[in-house]
């Protein structure tokens, strides 16, 4: 079957760093993206990942191991405007998105 | 602002009644989604469009229908609603289908009693 796995919720302190992570199981694979969603708001793409490796953007960076089904999203420098859900998505073969429930990070001054 | 706007916001209707759930973009996006979005769940595809004039069904679809007469419009409808339809509504598009990014509309809260 294909299954995404990510932490049901994670705290961290304002200015640390924290890793996300997400493994995958999907028929075939043509990328993983990571969204962010504020309570009672709509997701909003953070990155996309098709190669393995780092993809850094600003305070944000992702990480991918195709032979590890394994993904991770990295934030630095912690806000309090980083407390959200995180959603890891894989595309499988069929460019069909299969999303994980979400991982709830709770941010502490 | 170019986006995607959602109607209604939130709703509370009856079991067995009738709904539709309005979505309406601006960017000239090929394809359309409609996902629900439940407690301790992903995002589960109910029905999508990859272009005017087609629909496809997605991992969820009983119960729903959707149309796509024009490229802007995409609304779903639950032709008898049950309480397990109880659910946040996301519509959203992209460019085209395959390694797209996605832009969501706001939501639309459903309450079926």
């Known amino acids: 079957g294909q299954n995404i796995d990510q932490p049901t919720e994670m705290t961290a302190t304002e200015g640390a760093i924290v890793q996300i992570n997400c493994t995958y199981q999907?028929?075939?694979?043509?990328?993983l993206f990571w969204y962010q969603q504020h309570a009672g708001e709509a997701p909003t793409f953070l990155s996309y990942?098709?190669l393995d490796g780092l993809e850094e953007k600003g305070r944000f960076s992702s990480f991918l191991s195709r032979s590890k089904g394994y993904s991770y999203l990295l934030l630095k420098e912690l806000q309090m405007k980083d407390s959200a859900s995180y959603l890891c998505?894989?595309?499988?073969?069929?460019?069909?998105?299969?999303w994980g429930a979400g991982t709830k990070l709770i941010i502490k001054p | 602002i170019a986006g995607i706007t959602q109607a209604p916001t939130s709703q509370i209707l009856a079991a067995g009644r009738r709904m539709t759930l309005r979505c309406t973009q601006d960017?000239?996006?090929?394809?359309m989604y409609w996902y629900r979005q439940d407690l301790g769940l992903g995002l589960r595809l109910i029905h999508y469009?990859?272009?005017?004039?087609?629909?496809g069904k997605g991992e969820v679809p009983d119960g729903y229908s959707v149309s796509r007469a024009n490229t802007d419009d995409f609304p779903l409808t639950l032709a008898s609603a049950v309480p397990s339809q109880t659910s946040v509504y996301f519509c959203?598009?992209?460019?085209?289908?395959?390694?797209?990014?996605?832009?969501f509309g706001a939501g639309s809260r459903l309450t079926v009693l």
């Open positions: 959203a598009s992209s460019d085209s289908l395959g390694a797209n990014v996605l832009t």
């Open positions: 960017m000239r996006h090929n394809a």
């Open positions: 469009s990859n272009t005017a004039g087609t629909t």
């Open positions: 999907t028929s075939g694979f043509n990328g």
């Open positions: 990942n098709v």
């Open positions: 998505a894989g595309l499988n073969s069929n460019y069909q998105l299969i």
